[in-house]
Nanobody
């Protein structure tokens, strides 16, 4: 199983930026999926962004144009660059990967955006 460690969460100002990192215990090239999800209290978990092995990215409509997912291959990290943050309920952001057909999840990191 892959170990994932997220970091970068915390309190941010509306309109500001934040970068989340998800460091994997294996090479990113060995993974078949790399995703960031988020979940706010009382809401369903939402796929925020994903990046394929070929580098194709996909985003939720709610973050398109504001968030960017990137692979930092040297660091085995999948980062989520969040810009133009909107004030909303705190959410836990979690990364997930697929390695040899198995899903692995990180512990999550909370992001709170204040107005």
């Amino acid at each position: 199983q892959v170990q994932l460690v997220e970091s970068g969460g915390g309190l941010a100002q509306a309109g500001g930026s934040r970068r989340l990192s998800c460091k994997a215990s294996v090479s990113l090239f060995s993974l078949s999926a790399r995703n960031w999800y988020r979940q706010a209290p009382g809401k369903q978990r939402e796929l925020v962004a994903r990046v394929t092995t070929g580098g194709t990215t996909d985003y939720a409509d709610s973050v398109t144009g504001r968030f960017t997912i990137s692979r930092e291959n040297v660091k085995n990290s999948v980062d989520l660059h969040m810009n133009s943050l909107k004030p909303e309920a705190p959410a836990v952001y979690s990364c997930t990967v697929v390695f040899v057909g198995q899903d692995s999840w990180g512990q999550g990191t909370q992001v709170t955006v204040s107005s």
